[in-house]
């Protein structure tokens, strides 16, 4: 059965600091591994889509990276800013019908 | 083009009776996925749909809940008989393709029950 960790839970860091979100999942033969952003209250926006054949993808600051082999992938954010203060959640698609399995996220706050 | 619609975003009910959500995916899109959030707890998976299909259920609870996807119309997920431990917040999703693209998530509808 599919878990996936993340790791830390919460993460409080000045402005401007780089920083790495860790999720880790247990049964490397996926398809897919997807990194959200959820808001309070808010639904859940898509950050980066990684392939199980892809190593790594970028947007903007975010780069996201994955080793199936180790079941990790990291989202790396560059010169963080109080705007991306929310919970980041990765997600796997571990299977043919495509339902994802979520961590329980990390909650971010980037401090002015 | 318009993203996932749900509604409502805030369904209030009171223990025993009936709450329908409603979603609309992505224009083109066929592939529907329905996940719950508990207070506290990760993204839970319910229920994966195509229209007038029903693909896969294995997180839907055994009573009380079902789901469908009509050829007109939007997806409805119904929960019957509604009890206090059914309060969080519902999320639909949708893709184009079931297995290896990116779901579009809607902003989701908040049942609380009293």
């Known amino acids: 059965k599919q878990e996936v960790t993340q790791i830390p839970a919460a993460l409080s860091v000045p402005e401007g600091e780089n920083l790495v979100l860790n999720c880790s999942f247990t049964?490397?033969?996926?398809?897919?591994l997807q990194w959200f952003r959820q808001d309070p209250g808010k639904g859940l926006t898509s950050l980066l889509l990684?392939?199980?054949?892809?190593r790594e993808q970028t947007s903007g600051r975010l780069n996201a990276s994955l080793d199936k082999s180790s079941g990790r992938s990291t989202l790396y954010i560059a010169a963080s800013q109080p705007g991306d203060s929310a919970t980041y959640l990765c997600?796997?698609?571990?299977?043919?019908?495509?339902?994802?399995?979520f961590g329980k996220g990390t909650k971010l706050s980037v401090k002015p | 083009n318009a993203g996932v619609m749900q509604n409502p975003r805030h369904l209030v009910r009171r223990r025993g009776q009936e709450a329908r959500l409603r979603c609309s995916p992505m224009k083109g899109h066929s592939h529907v996925y329905w996940y719950r959030q508990l207070p506290e707890e990760g993204l839970k998976f319910m229920v994966y749909l195509q229209k007038e299909n029903i693909i896969d259920e294995s997180g839907m609870p055994k009573e009380r809940f079902s789901a469908e996807f009509p050829k007109e119309g939007p997806s409805i997920l119904r929960i019957q008989q509604v009890v206090r431990g059914d309060s969080a917040a519902y999320f639909c999703?949708?893709?184009?393709?079931?297995?290896?693209?990116?779901?579009?998530f809607g902003a989701g509808t908040r049942l609380s029950v009293l």
């Open positions: 997600a796997v698609n571990g299977g043919s019908q495509g339902n994802l399995i």
């Open positions: 999703a949708s893709s184009t393709d079931g297995s290896k693209n990116i779901q579009y």
């Open positions: 990684i392939q199980s054949s892809q």
């Open positions: 049964d490397s033969a996926i398809y897919n």
